[in-house]
């Protein structure tokens, strides 16, 4: 028998960090929303929730404070104050630092696991948001007025109908296969070998953005004196690497990063993530809008994956809540032009980010020693430039571009209106 559909505005695919900041973000509205995860919320095994540390631009710490998830998470927040951007055997360096900058940060470490559990709880107390979980989206269909989903939690089926479905389903996005969506993809025949550890020196909030021949290595500023290393080398490089024991794995990542935080003195437990760029080729299809890393994966070199999926979700929930504030009862959260608003903002940034940071890994990757003396002299240039730093410093704060509301600081919406 098939089941009866349950009927929402909006349909989430997928609880990591975007698709869970999108379900937080729309419970301020009177909108009924759904939230679909594969996997168990309670056990935080989910990719977004493992060890991983999420550097968190300027703009995504003042979104997530206006929808009152900072407070949560401040405690646990590692504020960066200098970026140290370095190539490893060649001459010159640049700093950016807060101070430079006017603010007390540029950004700040929050590991995932925090951050995850802090929008799950906040999402257990909303009673406009149904979480179905687990359970995984097996097929779509798309009707006139509504998207129709049907889901698996065990040997259980269930049918969901909502006027709008969300793609938050991560890279390998199940929605956007199953409506045909297109992807250009690169495969960097890279992985990115992650690890928190503990150096002998303080880090005092530094980042430190390494260049190497390899790749390039992130180390990054944690509570508790730890930094967290995101290491990225050629896949069989990564493959070797994670076979080595813990002191012979501190010395080849002491190796490649030098002494500028002393002798690493721990290494915690590793994990890899092979490293492609995917771009979809369109950010909405009939009653679908695509955000987080289902729509735009890029390279973590730079640390802009969530900030960007963060983005998405300030965006989309603005554009959705205006269409309520326009049309009240009889506003539709999935018509086109509530999708056309929403992928005309979005896709410029996700351009630009998705070029920058892949243009980072070929301007650093080539190794011919022509262009590494240019690209040190440009390190240096760079230093001695402000307002290019400035230009740089404000464009990976999240500050730069159009701001929504939420990236202002004000809230989604002022009363609670349209369906109520
Ligand atoms: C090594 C590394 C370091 C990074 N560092 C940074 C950083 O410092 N700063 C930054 O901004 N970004 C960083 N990123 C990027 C960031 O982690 C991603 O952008 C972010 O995790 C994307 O979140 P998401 O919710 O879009 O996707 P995901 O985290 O992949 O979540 C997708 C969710 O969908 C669920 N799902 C999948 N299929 C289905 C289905 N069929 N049915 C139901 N549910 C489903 C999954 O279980 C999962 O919970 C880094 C990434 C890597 C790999």
Redesign the pocket.
């Known amino acids: 028998m098939t089941p009866v559909a349950q009927n929402y505005d909006v349909a989430i695919?997928?609880?990591?960090?975007?698709?869970?900041a999108l379900a937080h973000a729309l419970s301020a509205t009177p909108l009924r929303i759904a939230l679909?995860?594969?996997?168990d919320p309670r056990k935080l095994e989910?990719?977004?929730f493992d060890a991983?540390?999420?550097?968190?631009?300027n703009g995504?710490q003042r979104v997530l404070d206006t929808l009152g998830i900072w407070d949560d998470v401040a405690d646990e927040a590692t504020p960066i104050t200098c970026i140290h951007v370095s190539e490893r055997g060649r001459f010159g360096a640049a700093r950016i630092l807060a101070a430079d900058e006017g603010v007390p940060a540029l950004g700040y470490?929050v590991e995932?696991r925090v951050l995850g559990e802090a929008l799950w709880r906040s999402i257990d107390r909303e009673s406009n948001v149904t979480v179905i979980a687990p359970?995984?989206?097996?097929s779509i269909e798309t009707l006139p007025d509504a998207v129709e989903f049907h889901?698996a939690s065990g040997r259980r089926a269930q049918t969901i109908r909502a006027r709008l479905a969300v793609a938050?389903?991560?890279?390998?996005?199940?929605?956007r296969a199953e409506l045909g969506i297109g992807t250009l993809e690169d495969d960097y025949a890279q992985s990115?070998v992650?690890l928190n550890c503990r150096p002998e020196v303080a880090h005092a909030g530094r980042a430190f953005e390494r260049f190497t021949p390899n790749g390039p290595i992130?180390i990054?500023p944690l509570t508790c004196g730890r930094v967290a290393a995101?290491w990225t080398l050629s896949t069989s490089d990564a493959e070797r690497v994670m076979q080595l024991d813990d002191a012979e794995f501190g010395d080849a990542l002491q190796q490649a990063f030098g002494y500028r935080l002393g002798r690493f003195l721990e290494v915690g437990r590793r994990a890899t993530?092979p490293?492609r760029r995917l771009r979809s080729t369109d950010l909405t299809g009939p009653r679908v809008a695509l955000?987080?890393?289902?729509a735009v994966?890029?390279h973590?070199v730079a640390?802009?994956?969530?900030?960007?999926?963060?983005r998405d979700v300030a965006v989309l929930a603005e554009v959705l809540s205006d269409e309520l504030l326009a049309a009240g009862r009889d506003a539709d959260s999935g018509s086109a032009s509530v999708l056309e608003r929403y992928a005309t903002w979005r896709l410029d940034d996700q351009r630009r980010v998705a070029s920058f940071t892949h243009g980072l890994i070929k301007f650093f990757g080539i190794n011919s020693m022509p262009l590494a003396v240019t690209r040190g002299v440009g390190l240096m240039a760079f230093d001695l430039l402000p307002g290019a730093k400035a230009a740089l410093a404000r464009h990976t704060m999240g500050l730069s571009g159009r701001l929504s509301r939420l990236a202002r600081g004000l809230p989604l919406v002022s009363n609670r209106s349209g369906l109520d």
Do not use: H, K, M
């Open positions: 695919v997928g609880g990591g960090l975007a698709g869970s679909l995860e594969a996997r989910q990719p977004s991983r540390a999420t550097a968190l631009a995504s470490l995932n359970a995984t989206l097996e889901a938050a389903d991560g890279l390998n996005s199940r929605v990115a992650i992130a990054l995101v993530y490293l955000i987080g890393s289902a994966n890029v973590p640390g802009q994956g969530f900030n960007l999926a963060l």
